[in-house]
């Protein structure tokens, strides 16, 4: 897996619709290429309390914050994917 392909709160671009689509395809988070709309503006991505926005959130003071958790509690039950728990795993093993 890709660091590109890794968004800072920790979901794994790869699942995403958009980066699997085989016509303009969005390259990941963390790449310079193509992203979608949603991705470009996404507030956690480009939350003011990161260092740059390829950071990860869990190397923030405030992380889990709100924004997190809440992204978090719609994808497990959406999506069964923890944003919190990717980067759990990422602490303990790297990308």
């Known amino acids: 897996m890709k660091y590109s392909s890794v968004a800072p709160c920790g979901l794994i671009c790869d699942l995403c619709y958009a980066f699997q689509r ?18 470009e503006k996404c507030r956690i991505k480009h939350c003011p309390e990161k260092a740059d926005d390829s950071e990860l959130c869990n190397k923030c003071a405030n992380y889990p914050c709100k924004r997190i958790k809440n992204l978090d509690k719609r994808y497990s039950l959406k999506y069964g994917e923890s944003a919190i728990a990717n980067l759990g795993r990422i602490s303990e093993t790297g990308i």
């Not at 990941?28 to 979608?36: H, Q």
């Open 22 to 39: 085989p016509k303009n395809r969005c390259e990941g988070c963390n790449s310079g290429g193509n992203k979608t709309s949603y991705c």
